[in-house]
């Protein structure tokens, strides 16, 4: 399930539809948040585009890259898009599986992989309205490149 939207989810009820399968024995999550720091030390906001269409068919690839390596049973992702102010969620992955390693192992591979590979741009914009766009960092490139080498 990949949902690209500007509202916000439940958690709650993402972790309860992955766990309602009657087969899964683990369940790993990820959430993420708009934080006051990035490039720059006073981040009041984000502002995230995306390309409808080839980013949820990117998405949907990485989701079967992650069932050929690991042993899951659902895997579900969610990003938002638009204005998100402090404290907001930005992304959700969550993977089921009949055991714990699998479920931990395709969550950060697919949380990793997102942020190297689905086509997202965010912009930055700080207390005092101003905005730039993020590159990508060197750390995520290098993270998603351990899992080309695993």
Same mark, same amino acid.
């Given at each position: 399930m990949i949902r690209i939207q500007t509202e916000d989810f439940d958690v709650g009820a993402e972790i309860a539809a992955l766990e309602n399968n009657?087969?899964?024995? /683990?369940l790993a999550t990820f959430t993420?948040?708009?934080?006051d720091h990035g490039d720059?030390?006073?981040?009041?906001?984000l502002f995230l585009e995306h390309y409808p269409g080839m980013t949820e068919g990117v998405i949907a690839g990485l989701i079967e890259q992650a069932?050929?390596?690991?042993?899951?049973?659902? /895997?579900?992702v969610i990003h938002r898009v638009g204005h998100l102010p402090l404290g907001d969620r930005i992304v959700f992955v969550g993977v089921s599986s009949a055991h714990r390693q699998d479920a931990f192992a395709a969550c950060e591979f697919l949380m990793d992989a997102l942020k190297t590979t689905a086509p997202f741009w965010k912009k930055e914009i700080t207390a005092d309205g101003e905005s730039h766009w993020v590159d990508q960092k060197a750390s995520d490139r290098e993270k998603a490149e351990g899992w080309r080498k695993a």
């Amino acid at each position: 399930m990949i949902r690209i939207q500007t509202e916000d989810f439940d958690v709650g009820a993402e972790i309860a539809a992955l766990e309602n399968n009657g087969r899964s024995g /683990a369940l790993a999550t990820f959430t993420g948040l708009v934080r006051d720091h990035g490039d720059r030390q006073d981040v009041a906001a984000l502002f995230l585009e995306h390309y409808p269409g080839m980013t949820e068919g990117v998405i949907a690839g990485l989701i079967e890259q992650a069932r050929v390596r690991w042993t899951i049973d659902e /895997a579900r992702v969610i990003h938002r898009v638009g204005h998100l102010p402090l404290g907001d969620r930005i992304v959700f992955v969550g993977v089921s599986s009949a055991h714990r390693q699998d479920a931990f192992a395709a969550c950060e591979f697919l949380m990793d992989a997102l942020k190297t590979t689905a086509p997202f741009w965010k912009k930055e914009i700080t207390a005092d309205g101003e905005s730039h766009w993020v590159d990508q960092k060197a750390s995520d490139r290098e993270k998603a490149e351990g899992w080309r080498k695993a």
